[in-house]
């Protein structure tokens, strides 16, 4: 296993360095207009979207460049490189990949631009992460589609401008992946409602989304009718490779061990307790399972090789690590720890305690704990359904 890079790779890593160190400001000193002049920098250096090809506003990098590129970005935590973050991650790809060309030049340069929002409509009350199992309906009538049907555990609907949704246009199927349909819909036609659901953090990132006998243009279909499961894989996959949030873990990592350094247990400094020092190595052997597992990633994408169930891995690392990093840092802080944000005494502007209450977002997200075990064992490990 090769682990180093190419001078020009090196050149890369120090260019993005160089342009972080005279562009990103301390977060204080951080004015009104910052994040507005960072998007239109890093549009400009072409980082957003850095792997798509220039033809369609991208910066045709290598797949290399771009896992140093969101690297260095989160060693740095900087600002996120675009704000449509559903359409960088899952929606962009699927467009790039399965779209026509229209669809590119009509979506893609709007997603660069961070003048759009995305949310994803997947999951169903009955269903749960099971997405193939879904009942959500588009009828084809003519050069439209009329789409009924529920979604629920949408992240973002609330603001969200187009939302990519699976529809079944088929029923009477022998596999129930066969007869899903992806289209790409407007979140303002009629017959979209939209309920939010509140955590116990107070966030309202969910929502129900109501479909009734919304039509939606032929043109809006994304790939081939009946074979939108393919591009729901391709998209899941593409989310879960991600360098750059492995990196974001282990500046929590950081975090938390900070933390340990400023608390007492027992009257003592919390790092000398063996069971403290015990937790925080786990969470960081973890964390580097991530990281490993991640490069095994980019490697296939490097040889040219479709990501496979085994991105499920880092799925169900990220849920246990964020949920247990988060209670384990309460727990530390004693009384203190349960204080949310606005309290005087809150630990770390009650940053842990928000994060141990809302975690229903990275738990749900894109699949619970349940249905990644199911995968890795029948996928990966070859054992029988249960």
């Given amino acids: 296993m090769d682990f180093d890079f190419t001078p ?21 000193e951080r004015g009104a207009g910052f994040l507005k002049n960072w998007l239109a920098k890093v549009r400009a250096k072409g ?18 460049e771009q896992a140093i590129l969101k690297e260095e970005m989160a060693l740095a935590a900087a600002p996120p490189l675009g704000t ?6 899952w929606v962009g790809p699927g467009i790039m990949r399965y779209g026509t060309d229209e669809q590119k030049r009509r979506f893609i340069p709007d997603i660069l631009d961070s003048k759009v929002n995305w949310c994803t409509g997947y ?84 929502a129900e989304v109501f479909f009734t006998d919304v039509s939606v243009p032929v043109a809006n279909r994304l790939g081939e009718e009946g074979k939108g499961w393919a591009v729901t894989i391709s998209a899941l996959a593409n989310e879960r490779s991600s360098i750059g949030e492995v990196t974001q873990m282990f500046a929590r990592l950081d975090a938390l061990k900070e933390l340990v350094r400023n608390s007492k247990r027992r009257g003592q400094p919390a790092g000398q ?9 786990e969470f960081e052997t973890k964390i580097a399972a991530m990281k490993y597992n991640g490069l095994r990633y980019l490697t296939k994408q490097l040889r040219g090789e479709p990501l496979s169930s085994e991105t499920s891995v880092n799925k169900l690392h990220r849920a246990s690590l964020e949920i247990d990093m988060a209670d384990f840092a309460v727990e530390l802080t004693g009384r203190a720890g349960l204080l949310s944000r606005g309290s005087e005494q809150a630990v770390a502007g009650g940053s842990w305690t928000k994060s141990a ?20 064992a029948e996928r990966i490990l070859g054992l029988p359904k249960d």
């Fill in 47 to 64: 980082w957003v979207g850095f792997s798509w090809p220039k033809e369609y506003g991208g910066g045709e990098g290598s797949l290399i």
């Fill in 8 to 28: 020009h790779e090196q050149a890369f890593r120090a260019e993005v360095r160089s342009f972080l160190k005279a562009n990103l400001p301390p977060p204080k």
């Fill in 123 to 206: 999951s169903e009350p009955n269903h749960g992460s099971d997405l193939a199992a879904i009942q959500t309906k588009a009828d084809r009538i003519g050069d439209n589609y009329v789409v009924n049907g529920q979604k629920i555990w949408t992240t973002g609907a609330a603001w969200a401008d187009w939302i990519i949704l699976l529809a079944r246009t088929q029923f009477d199927v022998e596999r129930k992946h066969d007869g899903i349909t992806c289209l790409l819909v407007p979140m303002h036609s009629p017959g979209i409602e939209v309920r939010p659901i509140e955590n116990m953090a107070g966030d309202r990132n969910f």
């Fill in 273 to 281: 307790d063996s069971s403290v020092r015990r937790r925080i190595a």
């Fill in 357 to 376: 209450l809302g975690w229903p977002s990275v738990v749900i997200g894109g699949g619970t704990p349940n249905i990644q075990r199911n995968i890795i």
């Fill in 84 to 89: 449509s973050f559903m359409g960088l991650a």
